[in-house]
């Protein structure tokens, strides 16, 4: 039977390899997207040329009315939702001490709240169904801490917690819920850094690489297909915090 998965922040980055792998591998994707839309047609449209149909959908699930929305639009084209990939996210590169209420209420709810708010949208179904398959998108930092970013460790961290709390609850109903720890990726969130920077990093990280997005699609494959995983929070950082 056909899987149906939603995918949040789907049109760049981590979250765009995501759609495609799983739509790759005959999933039907819902990607959702807040403000680039013309990355979420690309996306829609390169698959298309594969032959691969998915959907699109503009949904800023740092609301819970649009995240409600996103749902509901995949429950009533698909009657079901099997996979929920919690992947939107953004950063905040700052001194703690110029941090505004503003920016933690944006990076909090964008970050952690809408993990919340969307496990607990799909859940309902996923509980009816007793089946499904949460994966949150965490980050080192939120094991580890950094330096600047304050608020996005904190945000990472809660979702870590969330991720392990939410496992034991959802157990029972045969809901696997992870989360994948990226370390320091070759993404557009980490070109803040300079090339000094990222060599610097590279130094101290055993493979003495960054990631690249595919490494956390391959790791969703694998949580999507296992089943007997849940609760864990899996470091994908080329061993940068051994």
């Given at each position: 039977m056909e899987k149906i998965a939603i995918v949040t922040g789907a049109s760049r980055g981590i979250?765009?390899?995501i759609a495609k792998s799983l739509a790759r591998k005959g999933i039907k994707v819902i990607a959702d997207y807040n403000r680039s839309e013309d990355k979420a047609k690309s996306?829609?449209?390169?698959?298309?040329?594969?032959?691969?149909?998915?959907?699109?959908?503009?949904?800023?699930?740092?609301?819970?009315?649009?995240?409600?929305?996103?749902v509901e639009?995949?429950?009533?084209?698909?009657?079901?939702?099997?996979i929920l990939i919690n992947n939107a996210g953004i950063s905040e590169y700052k001194l703690f001490t110029d941090e505004a209420d503003e920016d933690w209420n944006r990076v909090i709810n964008t970050n952690l709240y809408s993990v919340f708010m969307m496990s607990q949208e799909v859940s309902k179904n996923m509980i009816l169904n007793h089946n499904g398959c949460i994966i949150n998108i965490s980050s080192i930092w939120g094991d580890i801490g950094a330096s600047l970013e304050?608020?996005?460790?904190?945000?990472?961290?809660?979702?870590?917690?969330?991720?392990?709390?939410?496992?034991?609850?959802?157990?029972?109903?045969?809901i696997r819920v992870n989360a994948i720890a990226p370390?320091?990726?070759?993404?557009?969130?980490n070109r803040h850094l300079s090339e000094e920077e990222i060599e610097?990093?590279?130094?101290?990280?055993?493979?003495?690489?960054?990631?690249?997005?595919?490494?956390?699609?391959?790791?969703v494959e694998w949580l999507v297909e296992d089943n007997y995983?849940?609760?864990?929070?899996?470091?994908?950082?080329?061993?940068?915090?051994?």
């Open positions: 979250g765009r390899e996306l829609q449209d390169e698959l298309k040329t594969e032959g691969i149909e998915i959907d699109i959908f503009r949904a800023d699930i740092s609301k819970r009315e649009e995240g409600h929305k996103l639009f995949a429950m009533q084209k698909y009657g079901k939702i099997d304050v608020i996005y460790s904190a945000s990472k961290a809660g979702v870590n917690g969330l991720t392990k709390a939410l496992a034991k609850e959802l157990g029972p109903s045969n370390g320091i990726m070759d993404t557009d969130m610097q990093i590279k130094n101290e990280i055993p493979l003495e690489k960054v990631g690249i997005a595919e490494d956390i699609a391959k790791c995983t849940t609760g864990q929070i899996i470091g994908i950082n080329g061993g940068w915090n051994i």
